[in-house]
């Protein structure tokens, strides 16, 4: 079965700080995973995902992630946050069919000036 | 405006009543999925279209939901007989079949408060 984790329900930092948000998942099978960003009363806007090959995994508005297949983590990162960046972020991972996404929890992040 | 649109955004209904809601994807998108988010939680997958043919539904997916997809572009998801537990943002997404994996796109959603 697949799942995502999301361990943080909130991250804060300050601006011009590098950010971290965390996600574990489980699959059986080929993890392919997904960042998607929700600012608040809108749907999800994608932000990146792995499929295959390179580890680090660069996506929209500096965004990037890093899989790890031996913690079976994908973290979202950015070197340096902005106030812009504070949103609900959702991380993802494709069922073995079919290609429905189980979602985690979302972590809200804020970033103060 | 070339995304994913969905009419109504707000709905507010009650109990007993029956509500649609209709989804328009992407123009070139032939994979269509509703979703269900409620309040801090992650969206859960309800059904999925390829073109007009329902794939796949999720248990939570109850008697009272029904999805369509007659053309293979337009969605439409009713609830019959609302009931307050159907309060929830309903989000609609869409993909192009092909490559490994495809990204789904999603749209604005539609909130629905049942009273």
């Known amino acids: 079965a697949q799942s995502v984790a999301q361990p943080e329900d909130q991250v804060n930092v300050a601006e011009g700080n590098p950010l971290t948000v965390k996600c574990t998942y489980s699959v059986s099978g080929n993890p392919y995973l997904f960042w998607y960003v929700q600012y608040p009363n809108r749907g999800l806007q994608f932000l990146l995902k792995?499929?295959?090959?390179?580890?680090l995994v660069k996506g929209s508005y500096g965004f990037e992630a890093e899989f790890n297949k031996s913690q079976t983590s994908f973290h979202l990162k950015k070197p340096s946050a902005l106030v812009s960046d504070s949103a609900l972020y959702f991380c993802?991972?494709?069922?073995?069919?079919?290609?429905?996404?189980?979602f985690g929890r979302g972590t809200q992040l804020t970033v103060w000036p | 405006d070339t995304g994913v649109s969905q009419d109504p955004r707000h709905k507010i209904t009650k109990r007993g009543q029956n509500v649609t809601f209709r989804c328009d994807p992407i123009s070139e998108h032939n994979r269509l999925y509703w979703y269900r988010q409620t309040l801090g939680q992650g969206p859960e997958f309800l059904t999925y279209?390829?073109?007009?043919?329902?794939?796949?539904k999720s248990r939570l997916l109850s008697d009272r939901f029904s999805a369509e997809r007659p053309k293979g572009s337009f969605s439409t998801l009713e609830i019959q007989r609302t009931e307050q537990g159907d309060s929830a943002m309903y989000l609609c997404?869409?993909?192009?079949?092909?490559?490994?994996?495809?990204?789904?796109?999603f749209g604005p959603g539609t909130r629905l408060l049942v009273l």
């Open positions: 997404a869409s993909s192009l079949e092909g490559g490994v994996v495809e990204t789904q796109y």
């Open positions: 279209f390829q073109n007009e043919a329902q794939l796949e």
């Open positions: 792995y499929i295959t090959g390179d580890n």
């Open positions: 993802a991972v494709r069922g073995s069919t079919l290609g429905r996404l189980y």
